[in-house]
């Protein structure tokens, strides 16, 4: 997979969402105290390389949803999710409508110790009419449906 776009919000001086698309090559230039760095920093904690800080979040925005977005292209052509059975991101309606995976990881920024507080694929599911609410149901709902 190859990165190809970040986002983020309400992260360190970035409240509202910003936005960096990744070409074969990407500098990121500017004066010094713009933000340059933060994104840099977004990165390592979006991969795990780094942990966010208690003043990670923006002061503008709202600390219980500091979000860091990454979209990946070139995706594995298929996965296994059970040993038995080989799929893709696509049959599995993990993509987004231009056939990217986009993962959104939000963090409680509101605390001492920022934590995930969700982690998400932004794609595009599909609907049928009278199934169209079954990612809200819960199991039981499910069971009836289902019989």
Known sequence: MRLIGLTVQNFRCYAEPI??????????????????????DALAIFFGAAKPDKDDASKLGNPKEMRI????????????????????????????PAGTLIIEKTYNGSIGTPSVTSIVALAEHPTTKSFDDLLSLKKADLAKRAA
């Open 19 to 40: 936005s960096v698309r990744f070409d074969d090559l990407t500098a990121l230039v500017g004066r010094n105290d713009v933000g340059k760095s933060s994104l840099m």
């Open 69 to 96: 977005t990454c979209e990946f292209d070139q995706l594995p052509e298929q996965l296994i999710v059970d040993t038995d059975y080989p799929t893709t991101l696509t049959a599995e309606h993990l993509t987004s």
